[in-house]
């Protein structure tokens, strides 16, 4: 059960607080680069756990429902605190709106129809919206720690916007599957 992916897939969510901590504070362009650093190696355990664990034939149960917690917690987590810290504001509020009730809505609609022993595999749309949310968050986190640098807010503006567009497009695809499950 505590195999080498099930323990990245820990670390993230044990991770969480320290990220967290580090954006905390405002305009300590140090704490966002070390921000940065850690939410780049959170990142990069995201994709190590699922490709470990299929290279090794370790994948299990827990880390099948740890998985997509542990993203789930690290996006919200950064999220809420780039919000809070006016690091997404404006508009670009909706964008990591839709992205929060996108998985807040395919986790119950996941669990429902867990329950009706149907699942749904992740797509590659899915992949890819993971892939923009990443890099979104992680160049929030970087252009906060570099502000001298408008390219790197305008990299992660835009994909914060591509990922809010392909969790629409994703959410959807989830949705036509419950819907054809419930009475």
């Not at 690290?74 to 809420?80: D, G």
């Not at 890099?135 to 994909?159: C, D, H, Y």
């Amino acid at each position: 059960m505590l195999n080498l992916p099930n323990i990245l897939t820990l670390s993230r969510i044990f991770t969480v607080p320290f990220l967290v901590a580090l954006l905390w504070w405002p305009r300590w362009e140090l704490g966002y680069l070390m921000a940065f650093g850690l939410y780049s190696l959170m990142a990069i355990t995201d994709y190590f756990d699922g490709y470990l664990a299929r290279a090794q034939g370790t994948v299990s149960k827990l880390g099948i429902f740890l998985d997509p917690i542990a993203d789930k917690i690290m996006v919200a987590s950064v999220i809420l605190i780039l919000c809070s810290k006016e690091l997404i504001e404006g508009p670009h509020v909706i964008a990591a709106l839709i992205i929060l009730l996108r998985e807040i809505a395919v986790s119950g609609l996941r669990e429902f129809l867990a329950g009706l022993q149907v699942s749904v595999p992740v797509s590659q749309l899915a992949k890819w919206k993971t892939a923009f949310q990443l890099i979104s968050l992680g160049a929030l986190i970087l252009a906060a720690g570099l502000p001298q640098f408008e390219l790197i807010l305008t990299v992660g503006i835009w994909t914060l916007w591509a990922a809010a567009i392909l969790t629409l497009i994703t959410g959807w695809d989830y949705l036509r599957v419950g819907l054809k499950h419930m009475d």
